[in-house]
């Protein structure tokens, strides 16, 4: 097993064991499930900076045309989604334990289902293609575009006037700084235990993915030079001298 992945797994469970222990927030419908947020936000920071980071790849595929940067804007766009449906998930869990009901229509999670959408449509166009020059092309374009409007939802419509009014979401509390001192190492311990797991998950499946590319790479030059006709050379005519 890889060292570093046990390590930081050991910082997580470790830190799971504290947010566990947290004491109950007062302030909640249902106090002892506030935690939840322990888990909800971490997940939804991750999963927006594999969006951001999908876009960065995808420029860099475009400067160098190599397959190495698909492989991993692959990853980034996969681990991405995961959080994303992480973050929703637990986000359907806190409305029904705060707000009475798994689905509120709270303007933000429907702006966080569109971005959960952005992301399958990504995964979706990459299942698409076999041609691996033209999945790496679509997909990086598509991480390009896709990052303009998913930065919309997530950080501007949340945040005007008319949808803050709207949403039963408490906007202002990390920001502010009003997490209680327990909660804030609570959430924050978790959100670096829980980026360690995943750097060294993506550094995982890109290594994984980099070994399938070399294979396939290889695999197709012992195709081709195993196809390849075998040269004949130059036959020059040569003299017989008749029977007498």
Same mark, same amino acid.
């Given at each position: ?36 947020? %322990? ?5 939804? %920071? ?47 869990? %806190? ?61 501007? %419509? ?87």
């Amino acid at each position: 097993m890889n060292p570093k992945l046990l390590i930081v797994g050991l910082l997580m469970a470790v830190m799971t064991v504290y947010d566990l222990m947290t004491p109950a927030a007062g302030s909640f419908r249902t106090p002892e499930l506030a935690k939840i947020m %322990f888990w909800h936000t971490p997940s939804a %920071f991750i999963s927006t900076w594999f969006l951001l980071h999908a876009a960065y790849l995808g420029l860099r595929y475009f400067l160098g045309r190599d397959l190495k940067w698909d492989v991993r804007n692959g990853a980034a766009i996969e681990l991405g989604a995961l959080f994303g449906v992480i973050t929703m998930a637990t986000g359907i869990l %806190f409305s029904q334990v705060q707000w009475g009901e798994w689905w509120s229509r709270d303007p933000r999670q429907t702006s966080f289902l569109m971005v959960l959408f952005l992301f399958a449509l990504g995964i979706s166009l990459r299942f698409g293609f076999n041609d691996d020059k033209k999945r790496a092309s679509v997909s990086a374009a598509y991480s390009l575009l896709a990052v303009l409007p998913a930065l919309f939802l997530i950080f501007v %419509f949340p945040h005007l006037p008319q949808v803050e009014r709207l949403s039963l979401h408490p906007s202002n509390t990390i920001v502010q700084d009003k997490l209680d001192p327990a909660y804030k190492l609570g959430l924050y311990g978790t959100l670096t235990c829980l980026a360690l797991v995943v750097g060294q998950v993506y550094s995982m499946r890109v290594r994984g993915g980099l070994l399938a590319l070399r294979l396939e790479e290889r695999h197709g030059l012992d195709k081709a030079d195993s196809g390849s006709p075998t040269p004949t050379g130059v036959v020059r005519p040569v003299g017989v001298a008749e029977e007498r």
